[in-house]
């Protein structure tokens, strides 16, 4: 039974990085049949994606945080983790990470079937 | 602002039926195959369907999906208490090649 935990500070100042990390136990993060992401889900709000990776090191990123999102994965750890910097207010979010299936048949088929039970992350100073 | 769109809310009785839409485009809902996760407040989302229709081992046969064009349905049947949740319609976003949500559905069960 594959289980995900995220861990990493729980209060993060403005313009600093944020910095989570998710362990993955009863399972390879690297076994090559799955993709590793991030998703986050401010208060009141519903579920935005944040991006992925694939143990290649290949990444996918939401267009509107590319610029600021680094995901990176440590196999002898069996850990991956998200970098977010210059955060704000904005940033402020309950963080999950899941286990991704991806691929094509008639069309990309895409669901998290496994997910973490969340950080919150409080951007303030 | 959300790339699928979903109503913020609906409500039923228990025991009566409920559907939700997820509104999507071509990218995205019209050429690629949906999923829907349920989320009770403090908890991890779950993954109720995949691939428009399958449901994971131990999801209720109560639980169905369906797409059509660039249109996707959650169905729940026989509702409970404990359904009351928010639910989430996601897929995969060829044009962003990224992962995309709808903006999530309230259930109430009166």
């Known amino acids: 039974q594959v289980q995900l935990q995220e861990s990493g500070p729980g209060l993060v100042k403005p313009s600093q990085t944020l910095s989570l990390t998710c362990t993955v136990s009863g399972g390879s993060i690297s076994s090559g049949s799955y993709y590793w992401s991030w998703i986050r889900q401010p208060a009141g709000k519903g579920l935005e994606w944040i991006g992925r990776i694939y143990p290649s090191g290949s990444t996918n990123y939401n267009p509107s945080l590319k610029s600021r999102v680094t995901i990176s994965m440590d196999t002898s750890q069996n850990q991956f983790s998200l970098n977010l910097n210059s955060v704000t207010a904005a940033d402020t979010a309950v963080y999950y990470c899941a286990r991704d299936v991806w691929g094509y048949r008639d069309g990309y088929f895409y669901y998290m079937d496994v997910w973490g039970t969340g950080t919150t992350v409080t951007v303030s100073s | ?110």
């Open chain 2, 1 to 110: 602002q959300s790339v699928l769109t979903q109503p913020p809310s609906v409500s039923a009785a228990p025991g009566q039926k409920v559907t939700i839409s997820c509104s999507g485009s071509s990218p995205n809902v019209g050429n690629n195959y949906v999923s829907w996760y349920q989320h009770l407040p403090g908890t991890a989302p779950k993954l109720l369907i995949y691939d428009n229709n399958k449901r994971p081992s131990g999801v209720p046969d109560r639980f169905s999906g369906s797409k059509s064009g660039t249109s996707a349905t959650l169905g729940i049947t026989g509702l409970q208490t404990g359904d009351e949740a928010d639910y989430y319609c996601g897929t995969w976003d060829s044009s962003l090649s990224a992962g995309v949500f709808g903006g999530g559905t309230t259930l109430t069960v009166l």
